[in-house]
């Protein structure tokens, strides 16, 4: 085998990187399992690769140094002007910088001069692929038919969904430290009881900020299984704020009204689910995960005994371009989890998803942190989104109906998970799926 894996290499490269790529790389696109596992190897055995999407990058392909401690993945952020000129590759959502001398230590935001960088900057990660179109793993085994699940996904609605983001940034500023936060948490919780929920509403006041902040959390109890749960959720704090705020539509506006679309399609499915489902909008995330963090610390043994899972949507509405597609992120012993995630994607949405095992820095890892599982689910284009924690984060830059396929991904998925018994075909109906 090894013998022929030249000859793919340099068949590959003829469909190669364009000029702007700097760090060489082959294209794995209409190659089989084996021949990328044997290029990964090659690449191996000289120095690193990276994967992202379908292309593999390793200073085996070509020129470019074999200490990787060289290179930094930017993500979450766009490439800051002064770095623009350090771009090595860059591909979906992941850019790769040539930093010899580290990065600097004066980086600012793209567009605030005067506000501290919001990316995070981390070192290559040898031989680690950071996004694949594919996972392996098998989807984990449910009791409710695809064909069930399809018939309730039809009940959402992009107007709806359309409605709870005009709600949410007709707000100025949903800044954690905001009267705008306090008026987002309590039209959730509203909305949360319109939909027959049982609301609560979980305060908590970290050390040392002096500052009260509040998670919302809409429970359906599940009608088998009422002590095992997942989890449903997304933030809904926003930046900037004051004296210069932001409506925050696409960050995360666009992942709490998922979060609403989500509890009003699935509180409506009869039978109910049977384990529990936690539609949750935590707080204070742009401060530091601090609503999931204190939502995941106070978890008795029960709760650990009972949870299954969290499906976090963060920033799940924009697109540059006619493709609409999605990350899974998560860690990869989590990979039975997310394939049924990922599967739901193949299955029940035009999406094109990605696989990824660079986790970001959502709500969701303050489950993965603890060994839970959880994976964030966010549109591919997140960290090239020009308007980024700025006050030009408004509805007119977003998309609504790539949120509602995104909901179509997370919906299948949470049906899924929430019902591991067979479900009989007569049982499921949607009790009608007008506006209200």
């Not at 060289?70 to 771009?87: E, M, N, Q, W």
Request: proline share 8%; glycine share 8%; hydrophobic share 40%.
């Amino acid at each position: 085998m090894k013998a022929i894996i030249p000859a793919i290499i340099m068949l590959l490269l003829v469909v190669a990187a364009p000029a702007a790529d700097r760090l060489p790389f082959v294209s794995l696109d209409g190659s089989d399992r084996v021949q990328q596992d044997g290029l990964r190897s090659i690449c191996e055995e000289e120095s690193w690769w990276i994967q992202i999407g379908d292309r593999l990058y390793s200073p085996s392909l070509g020129e470019a140094e074999s200490d990787p401690a060289v290179y930094y993945i930017l993500d979450g952020a766009p490439v800051p002007p002064s770095l623009a000129d350090r771009v090595a590759a860059s591909h979906l959502s992941k850019t790769i910088l040539y930093l010899p001398d580290g990065p600097p230590t004066d980086l600012h935001g793209t567009n605030c001069p005067d506000c501290p960088f919001e990316g995070s900057l981390t070192p290559l990660a040898v031989n680690r692929a950071l996004v694949t179109e594919t996972l392996p793993g098998t989807p984990l085994p449910t009791g409710i038919p695809d064909f069930m699940v399809a018939d309730a996904i039809q009940a959402i609605s992009v107007d709806i969904y359309t409605s709870q983001l005009v709600s949410l940034t007709s707000i100025d500023s949903r800044c954690t430290h905001s009267d705008g936060n306090d008026a987002a948490r309590d039209y959730i919780a509203a909305e949360f009881a319109s939909m027959g929920l049982d609301v609560e509403l979980q305060h908590y006041e970290p050390i040392l900020r002096g500052i009260g902040y509040t998670n919302v959390i809409g429970r359906l109890e599940g009608a088998r299984y009422p002590d095992q749960f997942l989890v449903v959720g997304g933030h809904y704090d926003s930046l900037p704020c004051p004296p210069n705020p932001g409506p925050g539509a696409e960050d995360n506006a666009s992942g709490t009204a998922g979060v609403l679309e989500a509890a009003r399609v699935i509180s409506q499915v009869t039978p109910r689910p049977q384990r529990t489902i936690l539609f949750v909008t935590f707080s204070a995330e742009e401060q530091g995960l601090l609503g999931s963090e204190y939502f995941v610390e106070q978890f008795t043994p029960q709760d650990y005994a009972g949870f299954r899972g969290a499906l976090i949507m963060d920033m799940i509405s924009y697109t540059s371009d006619p493709v609409w597609d999605v990350h899974v992120e998560s860690f990869i012993w989590h990979a039975n989890f997310a394939s049924t995630v990922l599967a739901c994607a193949d299955d029940f949405s035009t999406l094109t998803r990605y696989w990824s095992s660079s986790t970001g820095r959502s709500d969701h890892m303050s489950f993965l942190n603890r060994g839970l599982a959880a994976v964030l689910i966010i549109e591919s284009e997140w960290g090239n989104y020009p308007y980024y924690h700025t006050s030009d984060d408004t509805m007119d830059k977003i998309t609504p109906a790539v949120g509602s396929e995104v909901l179509r991904m997370t919906i299948a998925a949470a049906l899924q998970l929430a019902n591991p018994d067979p479900v009989g075909p007569s049982g499921m109906m949607i009790r009608g799926s007008e506006s209200r």
